[in-house]
């Protein structure tokens, strides 16, 4: 059993920064992927970016260039670096992991099978 716990969110303003962190407990035995996805009010889930086992990170192309993702291994920890943040990446943030080998990328994220309870991001002046 996977347990995801999210933690940074928060109130900012536009073109400032925020980190996320997505703190993993219990492991997998074949799961290789996990990731953060996003959902504002009245749209579709928004894959971000995603790690895989093997080392391999991708971001979104829509968040290209102001997120970053990273593992911590020493705390088990999914970080996600978001910079000069915009008023329309106001949403409800999502950790994900998945116990099963899949194909790791952004849009997939959203539909792993293990996610956190999310944290709040609002961008606004």
């Known amino acids: 059993q996977v347990q995801l716990v999210e933690l940074g969110g928060g109130s900012v303003e536009p073109g400032e920064s925020l980190k996320l962190s997505c703190v993993i407990t219990?492991?997998?035995?074949?799961?290789?992927?996990m990731g953060w996805f996003r959902q504002a009010p009245g749209k579709e889930r928004e894959g971000l970016a995603s790690w895989d086992t093997d080392g391999s990170t991708y971001v979104a192309d829509s968040v290209k260039g102001r997120f970053a993702i990273s593992k911590d291994g020493a705390n088990n920890t999914l970080n996600l670096q978001l910079s000069t943040l915009k008023p329309e990446d106001t949403a409800m943030y999502y950790c994900a992991a998945s116990d099963l080998s899949v194909i790791c990328w952004p849009g997939l994220i959203p539909h792993l099978n293990y996610r956190g309870q999310g944290t709040q991001v609002t961008v606004a002046s």
């Open positions: 219990g492991t997998t035995s074949s799961g290789n992927c």
